[in-house]
């Protein structure tokens, strides 16, 4: 049984290994302004937060999060879409996720 378990550990971690990309992480370098520095702050400290999304040239962002500790956070597509309406539909990726970076090499 033992030996089964462990089995579908490694199993899952060697499959894990092999999913591509995540298309909705944003990637490479990105220069987030004082104000949008300052939101991603603000929604760092919030109870429970999902995710936060930011325009390509770092001027624009929108976030969801879960005010209360029995609800669901917003999805990442919910996070993209209103910051590319704040954007004017310049395209947004996903910055930050459950109050961590998750953009992939931000500093260039």
Request: aromatic share 10%.
């Given at each position: 049984?033992?030996?089964?378990?462990?089995?579908?550990?490694?199993?899952?971690?060697?499959?894990?290994?092999?999913?591509?990309?995540?298309?909705?992480?944003?990637?490479?370098?990105?220069?987030?302004?004082?104000?949008?520095?300052?939101?991603?702050?603000?929604?760092?400290?919030?109870?429970?937060?999902?995710?936060?999304?930011?325009?390509?040239?770092?001027?624009?962002?929108?976030?969801?999060?879960?005010?209360?500790?029995?609800?669901?956070?917003?999805?990442k597509?919910?996070?993209?879409?209103?910051?590319?309406?704040?954007?004017?539909g310049?395209?947004c990726?996903?910055?930050?996720?459950?109050?961590?970076?998750?953009?992939?090499?931000?500093?260039?």
């Amino acid at each position: 049984m033992i030996k089964r378990g462990m089995m579908a550990v490694f199993l899952a971690a060697l499959t894990g290994a092999c999913l591509p990309p995540d298309p909705t992480i944003g990637k490479g370098q990105v220069h987030l302004t004082p104000t949008i520095q300052q939101a991603f702050e603000q929604y760092k400290h919030e109870r429970s937060p999902g995710h936060f999304a930011v325009s390509a040239d770092g001027r624009y962002a929108h976030y969801n999060y879960c005010p209360e500790n029995r609800c669901l956070r917003g999805s990442k597509t919910q996070a993209i879409y209103g910051c590319e309406k704040r954007s004017k539909g310049s395209p947004c990726k996903i910055y930050g996720a459950y109050g961590e970076v998750v953009w992939e090499n931000p500093n260039g």
